[in-house]
């Protein structure tokens, strides 16, 4: 857009008298001159609001570039997205919390991407103070506690257009700034508070509010991250600040697998097993990325820690069926598995051990996973127990449970069909086993 052609109402009226005409070609002149010392140029000779209108036509890009021309031009553009900023490009904050189709969420988003560039680019000169004091008053504008037109907060977008805009501003900042920005906009909407109340009651007791602190760190902080590194880092300050007792709770508020009625379903782990392969991973895949992503990626974790973790989320509320168990593990993929079953396995606990194991099989059965992982964790388990004798109970012991599971779900078998295919899996996975072990058993003399 060329500036030069809103400086054509400046030109001096007309005048008959040629001395008149004279004086005015010089003040005209002189004013020119002037207009050169002037920060914007002639951009300067025109009011402000004026000025503010000429911007009412350039896209949020346009004015984000502007704002790195000069000091005075951000000054600006500064003054003009805080005071009239909201008609001409659409930031209507009140949209945010109307019921938006993919399509529009995906627009506002971008818009959401768009204004965090601008803020970024018209504050990169101030002190990261004073930007976190700018984003949090964004916050304010933008949460659902302050708007009359959010019918329901956990459908509304707010707060991730929100975590989309804080992640563009922030892009960059070094780790303490980062914190710092998470400190202050977890202060300014007072959620440690309630992360304390729902980690330290009883799970689900406090339901409505275990939704808000899972959407506040999914939205703000997680779901907005672009990198791995980036995600470990924002899971890291969610979680560290708390015992691991706390954290397993609040990993699993944050990650478990069902919301969909809107609360958290702390027993749904210890009562039921999923149907299929896609009930599995509505289980399991959320909560096993984050944990290989903390085993992995976050050099803020050490390995036992995160068997502490599982250990604590596998036994809350209440014991998780171990065929869940099994199944997280296997989302949780080979290394990790290994490593919480070889931990159990030096702590002598190969009951538990045995009736994993039996599971893992059972679960690889169901959902047509080979046994072939199973196989190389049971290699790493037994190197990890010392004592040969010991090897010999922990053998005899998984046997033995497969013999009680399938007797247990025979005796079952006339009541329904579930329970038939349940049978029939037992039995399946305990045959994959023995076969594995009989060409274990019998490997040099069977053909590659
Ligand atoms: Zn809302």
Redo the contacts with the bound molecule.
């Keep these: 857009m060329d500036i030069k052609f809103y400086l054509l109402s400046k030109k001096p009226r007309r005048s008959s008298r040629s001395s008149v005409k004279e004086k005015n070609v010089h003040t005209v002149a002189k004013k020119v001159e002037s207009f050169h010392s002037c920060p914007l140029g002639y951009f300067d000779a025109i009011p402000i609001e004026l000025r503010f209108s000429i911007f009412q036509f350039l896209t949020i890009e346009d004015l984000s570039i502007l704002t790195i021309v000069s000091k005075t031009m951000r000054n600006l553009i500064e003054g003009y997205r805080v005071t009239r900023f909201s008609g001409p490009h659409c930031m209507s904050y009140r949209d ?2 109307l019921r938006l189709s993919l399509e529009q969420q995906t627009e506002m988003l971008s818009k959401y991407h768009k204004l965090g560039l601008l803020v970024k680019r018209s504050t990169c000169l101030y002190a990261t103070k004073d930007r976190l004091k700018i984003i949090n008053e964004f916050l304010t504008r933008i949460a ?1 506690s302050n ?1 009359d037109n ?1 019918k329901d ?1 956990s459908r ?1 977008i ?1 707060l991730l257009c929100f975590g989309k805009f804080l992640h563009t501003v922030i892009a960059g900042w070094d780790d303490s700034e980062c914190q710092r920005a998470f400190d202050t906009i977890c202060q300014h909407m007072c959620i440690t508070k309630h992360v304390k109340t729902v980690v330290s009651s009883k799970p689900g007791s406090h339901g409505h509010l275990e939704g808000v602190v899972r959407q506040f760190f999914r939205w703000i902080f997680l779901d907005q991250c672009t990198t791995i590194p980036d995600k470990a880092f924002w899971i890291s300050r969610i979680l560290k600040p708390w015992p691991i007792v706390f954290q397993a709770r609040l990993l699993f508020i944050i990650y478990s697998g069902n919301f969909t009625s809107g609360e958290i379903q702390w027993h749904e782990m210890s009562e039921t097993t999923p149907v299929d392969t896609e009930h599995s991973s509505i289980f399991f895949s959320s909560i096993s990325s984050i944990l290989q992503l903390l085993h992995l990626h976050s050099t803020e974790w050490t390995s036992d820690e995160i068997i502490s973790i599982i250990d604590e989320m596998t036994s809350t509320p209440e014991d998780w069926l171990v065929e869940n168990i099994a199944g997280l593990l296997l989302a949780c993929g080979e290394c990790l598995a290994t490593k919480l079953l070889a931990s159990k396995a030096i702590n002598g606990k190969y009951v538990e051990l045995a009736s994993i194991i039996a599971s893992l099989c059972l679960v690889c059965v169901k959902h047509n996973h080979s046994i072939n992982q199973v196989m190389t964790m049971m290699d790493c388990i037994i190197a990890v127990i010392e004592n040969p004798r010991e090897k010999l109970v922990f053998l005899n012991r998984i046997l033995d449970t497969f013999k009680e599971l399938v007797l247990d779900t025979h005796e079952f078998t006339d009541s329904d069909d579930a329970n038939d295919n349940e049978f029939f899996f037992h039995v399946s996975a305990l045959t994959e086993f023995t076969r594995k072990l009989a060409h274990l058993a019998y490997k040099h003399i069977l053909p590659h």
């Design positions: 945010l919390h659902c708007s959010c907060p509304c707010a």
